[in-house]
T-cell receptor
C-alpha cells in the first residue's frame, strides 16, 4: 500500500513564525499536492509538483511556498504564519500515469 | 468559479436505507470522476471512480452513476451503515485523470447514518 506520511498531526505556531509542513511518500510517485481543508470550503489546492524541483501554483498559493528537492518529499512553507492560515493541511501523491490521489492523515495547524 | 458542486452540505439517513449523494460539474472537459470519504482528523480515502465512457460503476455497497448530458453524478450507498458516517467529496479531472492533470474537488457532503 502507498503510504503518505505527514510529519505532524497537530501543530501550534505563533503569528509571524516560519512554518514547515513535511510530507513523504514511499511509492516513487511523480506527482505531489498540498491542499487545505476548511469548513464550508472543501479541499482547496495550494501547490502541486509534477516532478523533482518542479512546482505549480494551485488555486490559493498566496502566503505559501513549496520545496521538492527529492522525489519522495514535498514541503509546504508558510513564510510568515497568520491566523487565517489556521486549517487542516493535506498532502497527497499519485503516479505520473494519473488516476486518484493517496492522501496523508493531515496536519491540523493552529496559528495563534 | 466552482467547477464541482455538491449542493447538499449534509444528509441524514437511517441505517439500512439508501444514501444518495449528488455532485454537479460545469467543466465539459472533465472525463474522470472520483468519490473520496473523509473521517475527522484523517486524510480522505478513495472510494470509487468512473470514467466518462461509462454511466455506472459498482463496488460492493457503493455505486456511482454518471449522467454526462446533465453533467451530474451521484453516489449510492446501499445499505447504509453507521460506519459510513463521514464527509464525502466528489472530485473530477480532465484527460481521463491522466498525467499532469489535477483533481478538482467539491466542498463535500456530511453523511450521518443513524442507528
Amino acid at each position: 500500500d502507498v503510504k503518505v506520511t505527514q510529519s505532524s498531526r497537530y501543530l501550534v505556531k505563533r503569528t509571524g513564525e516560519k512554518v514547515f509542513l513535511e510530507c513523504v511518500q514511499d511509492m516513487d510517485h511523480e506527482n505531489m499536492f498540498w491542499y487545505r481543508q476548511d469548513p464550508g470550503l472543501g479541499l482547496r489546492l495550494i501547490y502541486f509538483s509534477y516532478d523533482v524541483k518542479m512546482k505549480e501554483k494551485g488555486d490559493i498559493p498566496e502566503g505559501y511556498s513549496v520545496s521538492r528537492e527529492k522525489k519522495e518529499r514535498f514541503s509546504l512553507i508558510l513564510e510568515s504564519a497568520s491566523t487565517n492560515q489556521t486549517s487542516m493541511y493535506l498532502c497527497a501523491s499519485r503516479t505520473g500515469q494519473g488516476g486518484g490521489y493517496t492522501f496523508g492523515s493531515g496536519t491540523r495547524l493552529t496559528v495563534v | 468559479d466552482q467547477q464541482v458542486k455538491q449542493n447538499s452540505p449534509s444528509l441524514s439517513v437511517q441505517e439500512g436505507r439508501i444514501s444518495i449523494l449528488n455532485c454537479d460539474y460545469t467543466n465539459s472537459m472533465f472525463d474522470y470522476f472520483l468519490w473520496y470519504k473523509k473521517y475527522p482528523a484523517e486524510g480522505p480515502t478513495f472510494l470509487i471512480s468512473i470514467s466518462s465512457i461509462k454511466d455506472k460503476n459498482e463496488d460492493g455497497r457503493f455505486t456511482v452513476f454518471l449522467n454526462k448530458s446533465a453533467k451530474h453524478l451521484s453516489l449510492h450507498i446501499v445499505p447504509s451503515q453507521p460506519g459510513d458516517s463521514a464527509v464525502y467529496f466528489c472530485a473530477a479531472s480532465a484527460n481521463s485523470g491522466g498525467s499532469n492533470y489535477k483533481l478538482t474537488f467539491g466542498k463535500g457532503t456530511l453523511l450521518t447514518v443513524n442507528p
